[in-house]
């Protein structure tokens, strides 16, 4: 067992471990850690490549949802990886500022961005930071132009957030993407157009359970390859890390990892 000693060491360690002595790479923490491991493996220049699995100790457990596996369920992951049960499970792949990322999970901008970097100031709250980060950036809140390209189809929108999913949580309780499969080879895209406070207060709640994208205000889509561009350079949060910014291109690589899976 290696332990990480600062941000992105994660990373490190997993791209200079030699893959021929290991059967698995486990990642014990939150999304932040799983997106380290994963840059690092894709990193890694051994031929062999081996499992990857996640225990859920983390502030943020998004991706494990998926897994059926809640914050700290670490005893029910154990299981999950000692049956050594092998899905093949897509992962997103984006460019940003001419340097190249992967994710698991999810890959947002605007106004979830700007919470996501609050939330990481409040982990002493636990799960709750995410809420409260969203409260605090209602009171700052304002649209930016957005011209997307989904699949070849271009969009423009006068946008406050877009969420590309590769699951179907973020933030650990919010159903961002209720329709997304791990292993379809696309990505969930959810855009959030211009609206005021008092209707983004309304749609808050719902994203809990996924009904927002019955919302006016909500646009959803699938495709395998994304471009995103914006009048004023958006920060971007992939897997829940402050890193990168707009313009980006992404894209989804089908069943690309092997994970220990139910």
Not at 23 to 41: H, P, R, S, W
Not at 107 to 125: M, N, W
Not at 181 to 201: A, E, P, V, Y
Request: proline share 3%.
């Amino acid at each position: 067992m290696l332990q990480t000693e600062a941000q992105g060491h994660g990373r490190e360690l997993t791209t200079q471990a030699d893959f021929s002595k290991f059967d698995g790479v486990i990642a014990a923490g939150g999304d932040g850690t799983l997106f380290e491991v994963i840059n690092g493996y894709y990193a890694n220049p051994s031929e062999k490549r081996i499992p990857v699995g996640v225990l859920p100790t983390g502030t943020g457990n998004a991706f494990s949802r998926d897994l059926g596996l809640k914050t700290s369920d670490w005893e029910k992951a154990i299981d999950i990886i000692s049956a050594n049960t092998i899905k093949k499970i897509d992962a997103g792949y984006f460019t940003t500022e001419g340097q190249k990322y992967y994710f698991l999970n999810i890959l947002g901008l605007g106004f979830v961005s700007d919470v996501s970097d609050t939330a990481k100031g409040l982990k002493v709250f636990g799960n709750t930071a995410y809420t409260l980060g969203v409260l605090y950036h209602i009171l700052f809140l304002h649209s930016h132009r957005l011209t997307i390209e989904i699949d070849g189809k271009k969009l423009e929108r006068e946008n406050i957030f877009v969420e590309i999913s590769n699951t179907r949580y973020t933030g650990t309780s919010f159903l961002m993407a209720p329709e997304a499969k791990i292993d379809d080879g696309l990505l969930d895209i959810t855009l959030l157009n211009k609206i005021n406070r008092r209707g983004l207060l309304k749609i808050f709640p719902t994203i809990f359970d996924g009904s927002h994208v019955r919302e006016e205000k909500v646009e959803v889509f699938k495709a395998k390859k994304i471009k995103i561009e914006t009048d004023i350079s958006k920060v971007l949060t992939p897997d829940g890390e402050v890193l990168g910014s707009t313009p980006i291109e992404v894209e989804c690589l089908k069943e690309d990892v092997p994970f220990f899976w139910i």
